[in-house]
């Protein structure tokens, strides 16, 4: 036990170093990285913006205030924005590229862990343009409609946002997996990934049936923002589900990672390399 | 012309043998209409016409928005950028054929091959689980095609204009993206136009961007009707001619600055 604590905090420092040179290069392109950073921002703006002034004409979304979308939406844009950064050498068609190139290979051959090399392999920081407007949006959104605190409450947001980053860092890692086979990025995941934080950043009741079972129950997105969102808004369950539902956003978000992890080692050990 | 169409047609074609990358490209513009559509049926909540476009209008808004999207490329195109990166810019330059015109034939052939492909199989998917509006006249189906050819033609030349930054920034593609953006989004790609606040609207038609998807798909819908269209595609025209003028001055002092380095 006590060899893996040193190892472990071994791992974290080399980490901590590769992840060092790598922000290192991203930032000597000074002027370059700005604009991106810009742009990042600039799109999330824009996206929400576009949402926000047609509210001036219907003034809710079935029964939601723009300031109730917001925090959706702003919880869905923190999220997926530190996942981005944190999960991005799992990005199918980044990792893909690898597998195509043999790079991959060569992180084989390193007597480190492998899945420590991928994370350290690209961690993008002009996301954190999209992140200070997921922030922002979030603020609004307290500032729109003001919720009633308690310690619970407080306690509990950092375990969402957990989830969800679990949650989409899973399957970028299952779609990663994918690549051993295909050796192309499978694109049809794109849906779950971009598709699914776009769905789950309007509230789930205004989608048809068969939309909100697939992600409520293959899937089971719906618990990590929407129902977390009913119990902070103190809004009613319009699906009559258990009094926990709320709860289990971080568990799906582990759940998704841990099955995700287990797919990869499977595949891991499928993978022939591709020759070049 | 004959040249024009040849290059059209080699694109066509090349634009027709990725089935895989085009299938999953079309499985994400239904699964992203069906949110959008939604979003607009509980944003009209009660209400049957908001601002003149009924709640079928904006239902067949929200999936011919997502059908055109390949057929305009609207995401985005670096293929231009990449060819300056690279110097094979030097190879399309000793084409004896404008350097304009040579591009825009390869992306009217891959253009098309989109529309017959995927725009068509997209709307006959959401037809059948929907009840889309369609146009009234024949009158109303010959302004919308012709409205949509101009659209293709103006945002192709936006995008063109875009790309020639890259003859004077070495790593143009943020511009790029900024620049695809700002585009995409006052086209009405996310919402109509029409569902904007009045001094939004005002600030939209500033630009040419609402002429690449929001007016031909208005003509479409038979919001605007007769005379109204032919001003829209009178637009549209007018943009296309601007932005070619344009495009001219900016490309002979880019190509003054162009050097290329053996190899």
Known sequence: MK??????????????????????????????????????AFITLIEFGTLAVVFERFNNIKGWTLGEVAFLYGLVEIS?????????????????????????????????????????????????????????IFALALNLNPIEWTLAKILYLPWVILGMVCFFGGL????????????????????FTYGGSFLISYPMHIY??????????????????YYPALYFLNKEDPFNLPAFAPFLAPWVGLGVLVVALKIWAWGLRHYHSTGS | MRLFFEIARRSFQRALTYRAATLAGMVTNLFFGVIRASVLIALYGEADSVNGLSLQGAVTYAALSQAIIAYLNIFGWFGLMMNVHSGDVAQDLLKPMSFYRFWLAQDFGRAWANLLLRSL???????LFWSLAY?????QWFYMLISLLLSWWLNFSWQFLVNLTAF?????????RFAFFLSMALSGLYMPIRLFPEWLQKICYFSPFPHILNSPLEIYLGVVQGQESLVLIAMQAIWIVLLIILIHVILRLGLRRLVILGG
Do not use: C, H
């Not at chain 1, 939309?211 to 997105?221: E, G, K, N, T």
């Open chain 1, 3 to 40: 060899g893996f604590g040193i190892n472990l905090w071994r791992y974290l420092k080399l980490y901590g170093l590769l992840l060092g040179a790598q922000l290192r290069s991203q930032m000597s392109y000074r002027s370059s990285f700005f604009l991106d950073l810009l742009s990042t």
């Open chain 2, 135 to 139: 146009p009234q006249s024949l009158e």
């Open chain 1, 172 to 191: 970028f890692i299952i779609g990663a997996a994918f690549t051993f086979w295909t050796v192309e990025g499978l694109e049809a995941l794109n849906i």
């Open chain 1, 208 to 225: 048809p049936d068969w939309l909100r079972f697939s992600f409520s129950y293959i899937v089971p997105a719906i618990f990590l923002n």
């Open chain 2, 168 to 176: 004077w920034v070495p790593n143009a593609r943020g511009i790029g």
């Open chain 1, 80 to 136: 997926f924005s530190l996942m981005d950064m944190v999960f991005s050498g799992f990005d199918p068609p980044f990792f893909g590229q690898g597998i195509r190139k043999g790079s991959f290979d060569l992180l084989r051959l390193r007597p480190l862990p492998l899945i420590l090399q991928i994370f350290a392999s690209d961690f993008p920081l002009r996301r954190l343009g999209r992140l200070a407007l997921g922030i922002g």
């Open chain 2, 121 to 127: 199989s997209i709307m006959l998917i959401y037809s």
